[in-house]
């Protein structure tokens, strides 16, 4: 089945490690999202990428990284300078066309926790 | 993206319709109106999506207000796999991504 997924389901850091989050999509979609998701809150925009070897920050890419390297694939690195790691991040894709309103795909998250 | 206001929560009871509201006052006519679902401990899902007409799908339907400045997802008959929270979102017809508020959290009551 086409879909997107995020692995590890669940992932413990040290404080002071990176750590790389999986997003893979076999949709052919052209963009690619990064949110992050506190206990009771909406999602929030952490980088985003519309094209292979471009990215833009959301509102929130401070001590994150990301790199698109291939259209199906959109990692996320959790840096040493992110202070409050723990959450759940989501990745989402979507097709890109002009005139046309597509929705976004949402995989089933990863929840980042600081040991 | 415009700004959408949702009640924080609602409560239904099971086999009931339930009708989830959403203000945009501020709608720009090249907005479309969204509708997403997250269930716990999952992503958020697709529910529907609409520019001026009413919409219909298997999960649920879309009333949007002649001015557009309010809409409403219809669940026709709520079940306890309904019980989610709910995100209304506006997105304009380019390609920027989707901007979450809080949503409104449906209860189901068995």
């Known amino acids: 089945d086409g879909g997107i997924t995020q692995s590890p389901k669940y992932l413990f850091r040290k404080e002071g490690q990176n750590v790389t989050l999986s997003c893979e999509q076999n949709?052919?979609?052209?963009?690619m999202y990064w949110y992050r998701q506190d206990p009771g809150q909406g999602l929030r925009l952490i980088y985003y990428?519309?094209?292979?070897?471009?990215?833009q920050k959301g509102d929130i890419a401070e001590g994150y990284s990301v790199s698109r390297e291939k259209k199906e694939s959109f990692p996320l690195t959790v840096t040493s300078a992110q202070k409050n790691p723990t959450a759940f991040y989501l990745c989402?894709?979507?097709?890109?066309?002009?005139?046309?309103?597509?929705?976004?795909?949402f995989g089933d998250g990863t929840r980042l926790s600081i040991l | 993206d415009a700004k959408t206001t949702q009640p924080n929560s609602m409560e239904s009871n099971e086999e009931e319709p339930v009708h989830l509201p959403c203000n945009h006052s501020t709608i720009s006519g090249t907005d479309y109106i969204h509708w997403y679902r997250q269930l716990p401990s999952q992503g958020p899902e697709y529910v529907i999506h609409g520019l001026t007409s009413n919409v219909n799908n298997r999960m649920a339907s879309l009333a949007i207000a002649e001015d557009r400045k309010s809409s409403t997802l219809i669940l026709h008959r709520a079940t306890l796999r309904d019980a989610a929270v709910y995100y209304c979102i506006l997105q304009n017809s380019g390609n920027t991504p989707l901007v979450f508020g809080k949503g409104t959290r449906l209860s189901v009551i068995a």
């Open positions: 989402a894709s979507r097709q890109l066309r002009t005139g046309s309103n597509q929705p976004q795909h």
């Open positions: 990428s519309q094209i292979v070897n471009d990215f």
């Open positions: 949709l052919n979609h052209d963009a």
